[in-house]
């Protein structure tokens, strides 16, 4: 019963490279969501999906993209990696818009 | 505008006192669903209850409780006798109708000492 499964779950990255956090789901859930954590702030929303092939901006978006090709995929993509951009990130499931969230175990990054 | 205020930075008790984490929020709509998260220092995300807006009624799971008050906008957490376990970060968590609006607390640090 894996759930919600991000990978990696630590990455150290230099300014200005790009990579992406994976994350995938086996609960069928058509509301997937990507947050960050940083200390004192809580999470915050940067992209979130409705569905496969639907995705849309949330609080922080910038310098992030997303793609929602299958329902149970939805990999987050740095640019350009930036030293503001060091911090944990955590996807999300959902089963409708307004239940729980199901997060993934969360990516430690840190760039330098 | 949305806000989403835990005033507890952190708090530390003593195993089997009891502790209540506060949460306040704020929002003009009159339909929204209320969250609290656990975090133990594992780093995981771990649901522990929804509320809507209508439904006023406090709730009890065991050692928890939480008691919602639409007239002072907030939702407040209790855990009896509270147990090492409990040793984690806990977030409030307000979400409007529409799926991209979500507002996390900072988040309150709880500490249960033997």
């Known amino acids: 019963n894996a759930g919600v499964t991000q990978t990696p779950k630590f990455q150290v990255l230099k300014t200005g490279q790009s990579m992406t956090l994976q994350c995938a789901q086996d609960m069928n859930h058509e509301y997937m969501s990507w947050y960050r954590q940083d200390p004192g702030m809580g999470l915050r929303l940067i992209h979130y999906?409705?569905?496969?092939?639907?995705?849309d901006q949330g609080e922080v978006p910038n310098g992030y993209n997303v793609s929602r090709s299958t329902t149970e995929d939805f990999p987050l993509r740095l640019l350009s990696a930036a030293p503001s951009q060091t911090s944990v990130y955590f996807c999300?499931?959902?089963?409708?818009?307004?239940?729980?969230?199901?997060f993934g175990q969360g990516t430690r990054l840190t760039v330098v | 505008a949305q806000k989403v205020t835990q005033a507890q930075t952190e708090i530390s008790v003593v195993e089997k006192e009891d502790v209540t984490l506060d949460c306040v929020y704020e929002?003009?709509?009159?339909?929204?669903?209320l969250f609290w998260y656990k975090q133990p220092p594992s780093g995981e995300l771990v649901f522990l209850i929804r509320r809507n807006s209508f439904d006023e009624q406090n709730e009890i799971s065991g050692r928890y409780s939480w008691n919602f008050q639409k007239s002072t906008s907030s939702f407040n957490f209790t855990i009896t006798a509270s147990q090492v376990v409990d040793s984690a970060v806990y977030f409030c968590?307000?979400?409007?109708?529409?799926?991209?609006?979500?507002?996390f607390g900072p988040g309150t640090s709880l500490s249960v000492i033997p």
């Open positions: 929002t003009r709509d009159t339909t929204y669903y």
């Open positions: 968590a307000l979400r409007r109708l529409s799926y991209d609006k979500v507002i």
């Open positions: 999906s409705v569905g496969a092939g639907i995705t």
């Open positions: 999300a499931s959902n089963p409708s818009p307004y239940g729980e969230a199901f």
